[in-house]
């Protein structure tokens, strides 16, 4: 196991966060158009997703930092490979959803994103558990947000 880093810390949840606002940057003004659509039940309000986005991004960056300083080579490299995947899938969803208003695309990537933070907290937990679990509020979180995303699909047409 590698020496605990604080900068190397920081530094892995800076590379989250800057996904998430990347990927929000580019999706556009989204809180306009968010109240423009009919919302599924139990739709939260538009505020609410930059505070839980910040903070399952945070504890994204936290975990995979916690994989990355173990020294198990071969299950620490498919954990990253599964963190980077799922980083990459949850980057395109915002652009897709709300740039380019592919409902369809955006849902079927919604579903496709629980699906692979699932992968990806079973390869953490070979790897560290405390990174697994950190990323349990993720798995809940992207399951509901499948669950908006295929509820606005629906209703939207």
């Known amino acids: 196991m590698k020496k605990w880093s604080w900068t190397e810390m920081l530094i892995s949840v800076v590379l989250a966060e800057l996904v998430g606002g990347l990927s929000a940057l580019l999706a556009g003004n989204y809180s306009a158009f968010y109240r423009e659509i009919v919302q599924p039940p139990?739709?939260?309000?538009?505020?609410?997703?930059?505070?839980?986005?910040?903070?399952?991004?945070a504890l994204m960056g936290i975990s995979s930092y916690l994989v990355w300083r173990e020294d198990?080579?071969?299950?620490r490299s498919r954990a990253l490979t599964a963190y980077a995947v799922q980083l990459a899938v949850n980057f395109s969803w915002s652009i897709l959803f709300f740039r380019f208003r592919a409902f369809t695309a955006a849902a079927a990537t919604a579903v496709l994103l629980a699906v692979l933070?699932?992968?990806?907290?079973?390869?953490?937990?070979?790897?560290?558990?405390?990174?697994?679990?950190?990323?349990l509020p993720y798995l809940l979180w992207s399951s509901f947000a499948a669950y908006l995303a295929v509820g606005v699909r629906l209703l939207n047409r």
């Open 42 to 57: 139990f739709s939260p309000p538009g505020a609410v997703f930059p505070v839980v986005w910040a903070i399952l991004y």
């Open 117 to 135: 933070v699932l992968w990806m907290i079973l390869r953490f937990a070979k790897v560290s558990r405390p990174a697994a679990w950190l990323n």
């Open 72 to 75: 198990m080579l071969n299950p």
